[in-house]
């Protein structure tokens, strides 16, 4: 069993307004990354959100499997991404295998990718599970559940990524080449690259499957 944690309480401070919120090609960009997760073979989504964020965002986060979906507040986002993670682990099943550490931020990220880092971490649930693209290591991130109790007690603007650095020896990196795009939206000239984007593209989210 593995549980997912996507921390979305972040100020948006360099957005200056809610950048999760924000809809793109009538999805907001933390329900992208909610649908993703729950088209995953995870077992349950724990949704953090800042104070008074629980309600859903549109009609893919109102028609969510509830048994799924599990929404918790982060009553202080001002202390950093380390705060939502300590919110989210505090909702973990202890009997879960593994945690995978979801950036909501991320809006092209898919539920294939979601199921190959899963897949890798059953064939050894004693390992730290990274993609890679290009060799460059990025999230999501599945932790076993041995490290759940340093993840709750993580500090900082940094969610589960010290924990990795403290146990480098443990992590298997799944290079996910081109058919992942990890691009996150912090500015308001990555909203505007985002938004380009999916005019190109045409309706709906686009899933890039490789497996």
Not at 34 to 60: E, H, K, M
Not at 108 to 120: G, Q, S
Not at 136 to 148: A, I
């Amino acid at each position: 069993m593995i549980q997912g944690i996507i921390l979305a309480a972040g100020l948006s401070s360099r957005m200056g307004k809610p950048k999760l919120l924000v809809h793109l090609d009538g999805f907001t960009i933390r329900s992208r990354v909610v649908q993703a997760a729950l088209g995953s073979c995870l077992d349950r989504v724990i949704l953090v959100t800042g104070p008074g964020g629980a309600s859903p965002t549109d009609a893919s986060e109102r028609a969510a499997t509830s048994g799924r979906l599990l929404k918790v507040s982060n009553p202080h986002p001002q202390a950093g991404m380390s705060s939502s993670l300590r919110a989210g682990m505090a909702a973990i099943d202890p009997n879960s295998l593994g945690v995978m550490v979801i950036l909501a931020d991320q809006p092209w990220l898919t539920h294939t990718v979601i199921d190959e880092l899963a897949k890798a971490f059953m064939r050894d649930t004693g390992k730290i599970v990274a993609p890679t693209i290009e060799g460059r290591r990025t999230t999501p991130v599945v932790f076993p559940n041995d490290l759940f109790d340093e993840l709750k007690v993580q500090s900082g603007d940094v969610g589960g990524r010290n924990v990795l650095i403290r146990n480098l020896y443990r992590v298997v990196e799944i290079e996910m080449g081109s058919y992942y795009d990890d691009t996150d939206i912090d500015t308001p000239e990555d909203l505007k690259r985002a938004e380009q984007r999916t005019s190109d593209e045409g309706p709906g989210p686009r899933p890039r499957d490789k497996f």
